[in-house]
């Protein structure tokens, strides 16, 4: 069975209003504060679903500077968005001065680790759930446990947590905007690739997760000669990092065709956002890839397995979920340990007919 829901995750899960016994700081520290300093998280995936909340508190408190301390993995990822003032590597942040007047700082992470940054670096006023004995880190700690159990939306995690402080936020979409240099480089190498003007469609087959997370190779293969055989207008954009690149060069070598390129991991997060938002279409597993496409405002399709699309899916309401839904999963494994039959009974043969009337209903506005 094919489960292609319409929905948008929001609409089939609604975030909360903040529970009755967490009020906001402004109880506590007497007002709002205006600079708000927040320790990011490490995945691209995470990353974009942290930012509707801090979207919510730009626009319902203008004045808030809003720094953020980031992992060389996500640092673009807050550097793209437009309510972010200044972005810090982890590394660099050591031994610079807070301004501690007024300010707040917001723990995104779990870790212990990253409380016991933020206490060693005086950050001021720390935010966080309670999580690994860590709460005598934080100067609040909110109920980790409670917010678990509701089994909500990955993005409520953090509207939660601002919540505590600034009130009710307002609900929003992730948003990213790509510069626009970087947007010329990407119609540059699209003139270059003889593809400027077609309809493309954006493959993401890899994620950083893990093995159990992937469609097979074999499988996007068969799917992206369906596409292009469907119409000649049509190109195809294989998008990969580093680590993953092997994916796409096997799909690449496989299929051969002129229409079909590869940025074989060859673009900074910047660069691969850009030409992203250039393409019409995104097919991807549930990955980073997956929620960069959101962000944009991209329709697609988001191949799901081994991990829950009503805990992690894309927001912004334009993305079909495609699984096969089989007693072991969700499992969240990183490998799975008998024959992946989440991702191997989700065949090219059953998705193809969905993936063909989105595109066709596509193509006849482009």
Known sequence: MLNVPSLSVKDKNPVPRPSDNVSPMT????KIPDRLYVYGVNWIGDAVLS????????RQFPETFISVLASTQTVDVYGLSPVVDEVFPVLSRSGKAFSKENAVSLCFPLSFRSAWILW???WPNRIGYAFEGRSLLLSRALDYAGWKMKGQHQSTYYRELAESVYGPLAESDPVLSAPPEEREKARKFLRDQHLEGRFLVAVNPGAYYGAAKMWPSGFYADLVRRILD?????????????KDRWVTRDIAASVSASRVVSIDGAL??????AL???CHYVLSNDSGMMHLGGALGLPGAALFG???????????????ILRHPVRCSPCFLRYCPIDHRCMLFLTPDL????????????RRTH
């Open 51 to 58: 930012l509707p909340t801090l979207q919510a508190i730009r």
């Open 276 to 278: 992203l938002s250039l």
């Open 120 to 122: 060693k670096g005086g």
């Open 268 to 273: 900074k997060l910047p660069e691969s956002v």
């Open 306 to 320: 081994p991990t829950d699309p009503v805990a992690t899916g894309p927001m912004g309401g334009r993305t079909r």
């Open 27 to 30: 109880s506590v520290f007497g």
């Open 351 to 362: 998705i193809w007919p969905t993936i063909r009337e989105d595109l066709d209903n596509l």
């Open 230 to 242: 469907d119409d000649p207008d049509i190109g195809v954009v294989l998008f990969s990092g580093e």
